[in-house]
T-cell receptor, first 113, second 113 residues
Framework: KAGVTQTPRYLIKTRGQQVTLSCSPISGHRSVSWYQQTPGQGLQFLFEYFSETQRNKGNFPGRFSGRQFSNSRSEMNVSTLELGDSALYLC????????????FGEGSRLTVL | KNQVEQSPQSLIILEGKNCTLQCNYTVSPFSNLRWYKQDTGRGPVSLTIMTFSENTKSNGRYTATLDADTKQSSLHITASQLSDSASYICVVSASSNTGKLIFGQGTTLQVKP
């Protein structure tokens, strides 16, 4: 059974640009959640999607957005990139929202110059 | 305010020794508590998930305990191996309905030969 796949694994952008990251969950999983991880802040929750609907949202500015497609694949977008957006972006999938076990992808490492 | 605090922040032990990591939380209402292991540059991997009624749960050389009265959890690693070098993250689910997760900052463990 394939795991959670995130693309791209690494990318470099400059300030002001925008970026789109993709996450393909484990087959049969309907919940996808996104996290930002930085050395100083640890793992921070961005948002969760379940059956194409955003269920939860963390405390991030509106520049961070996401969506989920009918096949449960999800994308997150960050517009007007800032240096502080440099981080490892992790996506996790689970069968159900809430108490389900999370399966994480390997992450997308974003560097903003 | 919902919070998860882990201690120590970092730890160095010799191969073969045991160690215990701590997690204190102030999360309400409580649904479950999870421990994840994250190798450098990789996504977190689930070690254990414990609900309110569970006191102890083991996964190989990893044993997690939960005291719901004092709102404390510990992760005990027995006979440590070099491959145990990683960050260990405690995560508390605030409610089975909302699926809100609160992450600790993690404990970085280094096992030396």
């Amino acid at each position: 059974k394939a795991g959670v796949t995130q693309t791209p694994r690494y990318l470099i952008k400059t300030r002001g640009q925008q970026v789109t990251l993709s996450c393909s969950p484990i087959s049969g999983h309907r919940s996808v959640s996104w996290y930002q991880q930085t050395p100083g802040q640890g793992l921070q929750f961005l948002f969760e999607y379940f059956s194409e609907t955003q269920r939860n949202k963390g405390n991030f500015p509106g520049r961070f957005s996401g969506r989920q497609f009918s096949n449960s694949r999800s994308e997150m977008n960050v517009s007007t990139l800032e240096l502080g957006d440099s981080a490892l972006y992790l996506c996790a999938s689970s069968v159900l929202s809430g108490t389900g076990e999370l399966f994480f992808g390997e992450g997308s490492r974003l560097t903003v110059l | 305010k919902n919070q998860v605090e882990q201690s120590p922040q970092s730890l160095i032990i010799l191969e073969g020794k045991n160690c215990t990591l701590q997690c204190n939380y102030t999360v309400s209402p409580f649904s479950n508590l999870r421990w994840y292991k994250q190798d450098t540059g990789r996504g977190p991997v689930s070690l254990t998930i414990m609900t309110f009624s569970e006191n102890t749960k083991s996964n190989g050389r990893y044993t997690a305990t939960l005291d719901a009265d004092t709102k404390q959890s510990s992760l005990h690693i027995t006979a440590s191996q070099l491959s145990d070098s990683a960050s260990y993250i405690c995560v508390v689910s605030a409610s089975s309905n909302t699926g809100k997760l609160i992450f600790g900052q993690g404990t970085t463990l280094q096992v030396k030969p």
